[in-house]
């Protein structure tokens, strides 16, 4: 089967294409790797409006990962996992938009978007909406929808993420931890291969010893040697 390619210079454009079928390609870079390839079939639409200027509070979807791990106006936990994610030539062509699409458990954007109580822009042909990202990991809006961005509620007083990678580079994330405080409560959210994400809420002034007794009973025994790994790592920091 061969595919007809379209380039949308406007998400409109691109949003009449998926209406006809097509498969929205941003980075393309999830084509290149057998663990997140999507079915491109018969008709494709590359995106390619200008990313829009970020501004605070919000990220914009065709931001490249490498970008997002330049960006001191991302929350850090969000930098960090663009920053750890794949190799420098897959950071420089993915985007922001197409790693949240691609929905996938084994993705280091899991945890912290979960972690940071983030929400996500959608376009579909009836507006702008906007999704808790929770909401949109586990149960994906039907319709047909293009991904416009991130935003932040509430800025964070801390963020970090660390992840535990089961082989170096090109290969899926093993163990991802990100942890985010606000003021009325400290976020953990835990993210893998297998893992079909977990998300605890804790008060402030939580322990190690705390996080790592509370994710105990929600993880196999190794993937729960891996996290404590990564929440160590994350506590030396705060
Ligand atoms: C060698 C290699 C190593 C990798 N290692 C890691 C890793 O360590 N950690 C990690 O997290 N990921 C890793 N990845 C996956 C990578 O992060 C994703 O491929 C990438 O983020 C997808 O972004 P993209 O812009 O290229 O999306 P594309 O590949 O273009 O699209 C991905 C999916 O999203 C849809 N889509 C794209 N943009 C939008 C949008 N704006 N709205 C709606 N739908 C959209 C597409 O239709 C498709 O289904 C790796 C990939 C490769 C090739």
Redesign the pocket.
């Known amino acids: 089967m061969s595919t007809r390619w379209f380039r949308a210079e406007t998400p409109e454009c ?1 949003l009449w294409h ?1 209406a006809q079928g097509a ?11 057998a ?4 079915t ?1 079939g018969s008709r494709a639409v590359a ?1 390619a409006w200008p990313d829009d200027p970020a501004t605070i509070g919000e990220v914009t ?2 931001r ?2 490498a970008a997002l791990a330049d960006d001191p106006g991302a929350p850090a936990a969000l930098s960090i ?1 663009a920053q ?4 420098p ?3 420089r ?10 929905r ?1 458990y ?5 945890a912290p978007l979960l972690a940071l109580r983030a929400n996500v822009e ?2 579909t042909g009836a507006g702008r909406h906007t999704m808790a990202y929770d909401t949109y990991l586990r149960d994906s809006p039907s319709t047909v ?4 961005g991130v935003t932040f509620p509430e800025r964070p007083l801390w963020s970090q993420y660390s ?1 535990h ?1 089961l082989r170096a ?5 093993g163990v ?1 931890v990100a942890a985010a405080t606000f003021a009325d409560a400290t976020e953990i959210a835990v993210s893998g291969v297998g893992i079909p994400a977990v998300q605890l809420r804790f008060p402030r002034d939580l322990t190690l010893g705390e996080a790592r007794d509370a994710l105990r009973s929600r993880l196999s025994p190794d993937d729960h040697r891996a996290a404590s790994r990564q929440l160590e790592r994350i506590f030396r920091e705060l």
């Open positions: 691109a998926l498969t929205a390609v941003a980075g393309g870079t999830a084509l290149l790797s663990a997140f390839s999507p491109i995106l979807a065709r490249t990962l996992a750890s994610a794949g190799n030539a897959t950071r062509r993915a985007t922001l938009g197409g790693w949240i699409a691609l996938a084994a993705t280091d954007v899991v959608l376009i929808h293009l991904v416009a992840r990678a580079t090109p290969g899926p994330l991802g």
